[in-house]
């Protein structure tokens, strides 16, 4: 497989050295899942659960690979403690591509960055808690992440993310409230 | 039922150049036996993911076997993880769980179902390649080779008789070598081990 004959998603991933795409799929993510079991290039690990997820990344990395988990952000809360004792507890350059449920609601109800998590904002009926939960879930993590919004390029934000967090050697976030391409 | 001792010295005896992830109440009598730069503990990590991280690393090193060192609790955990296995096919990876019907560290406690949960039936129903299930010493130490040699995913369910592990650290006061330095220093010992050497 050509870096020129793979989806754009895909073509980004090469570019970036991903080997493996370790995760969930959820229906903004489905499409690059699909389209990274079609391509040889990149090995798809598709998990039970979320937590395997960080910890199936964390051995690949120890074995000299380069993976991107791939989960959505009630996957990502669910992870908690397998994120804090494999990714963050080793440091290791994990690049999390957290697709965001519930932003576009979140976005609609008024709610936005900085808005604080309060009883009120997790219960009301307009409003996703997972999306509320997202970045202060990974702030409180140590988890420095991104957003990347309807107006961003994702596939330039995803190799971004990759080289951030080889950079920075730790896991690092990107979240995606918008479609893939 | 085997001894914790009786599971893990034929198994050191015949390990030759794998990897093996231990954890709970496996780390410290592993690292008694045993002193190697492939050694890795799953302590002071994440609760039920050791056979995770071991198939990460089985997966980023297909031609190195990977042994994982698991406990029943821990496997109780994140049981999907046999599925994971499953569908990632390793055919280096050897999935050990020491069945002593508790969580041993924090007391002696019963996981749940002990005793009733047949842990071998489960990895053959999820479709593991080969599975074992030993519960005298005597015919462990007879195929321990067999069970090494088997292309995987493999699965070995283990028996064991209850030890008196406590609550494992890292640091100077642990006598196993891979217990001695931080996860992250760990990690990355491991990491320059395999990643010197060929796939």
Same mark, same amino acid.
């Given at each position: 497989?050509?870096?020129?004959?793979?989806?754009?998603?895909?073509?980004?991933?090469?570019?970036?050295?991903?080997?493996?795409?370790?995760?969930?799929?959820?229906?903004?993510?489905? &499409?690059?899942?699909?389209?990274?079991?079609?391509?040889?290039?990149?090995?798809?690990?598709?998990?039970?659960?979320?937590?395997?997820?960080?910890?199936?990344?964390?051995?690949?990395?120890?074995?000299?690979?380069?993976?991107?988990?791939?989960?959505?952000?009630?996957?990502?809360?669910?992870?908690?403690?397998?994120?804090?004792?494999?990714?963050?507890?080793?440091?290791? &350059?994990?690049?999390?591509?957290?697709?965001?449920?519930?932003?576009?609601?979140?976005?609609?109800?008024?709610?936005?960055?900085?808005?604080?998590?309060?009883?009120?904002?997790?219960?009301?009926?307009?409003?996703?808690?997972?999306?509320?939960?997202?970045? &202060?879930?990974?702030?409180?993590?140590?988890?420095?992440?991104?957003?990347?919004?309807?107006?961003?390029?994702?596939?330039?934000?995803?190799?971004?993310?990759?080289?951030?967090?080889?950079?920075?050697?730790?896991?690092?976030?990107?979240?995606?409230?918008?479609?893939? &391409? | 039922?085997?001894?914790?001792?009786?599971?893990?010295?034929?198994?050191?005896?015949?390990?030759?150049?794998?990897?093996?992830?231990?954890?709970?109440?496996?780390?410290?009598?592993?690292?008694?036996?045993?002193?190697?730069?492939?050694?890795?503990?799953?302590?002071?990590?994440?609760?039920?993911?050791?056979?995770?991280?071991?198939?990460?690393?089985?997966?980023?090193?297909?031609?190195?076997?990977?042994?994982?060192?698991?406990?029943?609790? $821990?496997?109780?955990?994140?049981?999907?993880?046999?599925?994971?296995?499953?569908?990632?096919?390793?055919?280096?990876?050897?999935?050990?769980?020491?069945?002593?019907?508790?969580?041993?560290?924090?007391?002696?406690?019963?996981?749940?179902?002990?005793?009733?949960?047949?842990?071998?039936?489960?990895?053959?129903?999820?479709?593991?390649?080969?599975?074992?299930?030993?519960?005298?010493? =005597?015919?462990?130490?007879?195929?321990?080779?067999?069970?090494?040699?088997?292309?995987?995913?493999?699965?070995?369910?283990?028996?064991?008789?209850?030890?008196?592990?406590?609550?494992?650290?890292?640091?100077?006061?642990?006598?196993?070598?891979?217990?001695?330095?931080?996860?992250?220093? $760990?990690?990355?010992?491991? =990491?320059?081990?395999?990643?010197?050497?060929?796939?």
């Amino acid at each position: 497989m050509t870096v020129e004959a793979a989806p754009e998603t895909v073509r980004g991933l090469m570019r970036a050295g991903i080997t493996h795409v370790v995760g969930i799929p959820d229906n903004t993510s489905g &499409p690059l899942f699909h389209e990274t079991a079609r391509h040889a290039a990149i090995r798809l690990i598709t998990v039970a659960r979320e937590g395997e997820a960080f910890a199936i990344a964390c051995g690949l990395w120890m074995g000299g690979a380069s993976p991107l988990v791939v989960v959505q952000n009630t996957g990502l809360l669910e992870a908690g403690d397998s994120l804090r004792g494999t990714a963050l507890r080793m440091a290791a &350059p994990i690049p999390i591509l957290v697709t965001g449920r519930g932003y576009e609601k979140m976005s609609r109800s008024g709610l936005g960055a900085g808005h604080g998590v309060s009883l009120a904002s997790l219960t009301r009926g307009d409003v996703d808690s997972a999306a509320v939960l997202t970045e &202060p879930t990974l702030t409180a993590w140590g988890v420095p992440y991104r957003i990347c919004g309807e107006h961003d390029d994702p596939v330039a934000a995803i190799e971004e993310l990759v080289a951030r967090a080889q950079e920075s050697e730790r896991p690092t976030a990107l979240v995606l409230t918008r479609a893939l &391409p | 039922m085997l001894t914790i001792a009786q599971l893990l010295e034929p198994l050191a005896r015949h390990r030759t150049d794998e990897v093996v992830v231990t954890t709970m109440s496996v780390v410290r009598p592993w690292g008694r036996i045993s002193d190697n730069d492939l050694d890795f503990a799953s302590a002071d990590s994440a609760m039920g993911h050791a056979a995770d991280l071991a198939l990460g690393i089985a997966l980023a090193r297909p031609g190195r076997g990977v042994i994982c060192l698991n406990g029943d609790g $821990s496997m109780l955990m994140s049981l999907g993880t046999l599925a994971t296995v499953v569908e990632a096919a390793p055919r280096n990876y050897i999935l050990v769980v020491s069945d002593n019907g508790e969580y041993e560290i924090t007391g002696h406690q019963p996981v749940p179902a002990a005793g009733r949960i047949d842990h071998a039936a489960l990895a053959e129903a999820a479709g593991f390649r080969n599975v074992f299930r030993f519960d005298e010493a =005597r015919a462990w130490t007879k195929r321990v080779t067999e069970v090494l040699c088997a292309p995987g995913p493999t699965f070995v369910h283990a028996v064991v008789e209850a030890g008196e592990q406590g609550p494992i650290g890292r640091g100077d006061h642990e006598q196993a070598r891979y217990l001695r330095s931080s996860l992250a220093e $760990s990690a990355r010992s491991v =990491r320059a081990a395999l990643t010197a050497r060929p796939l």
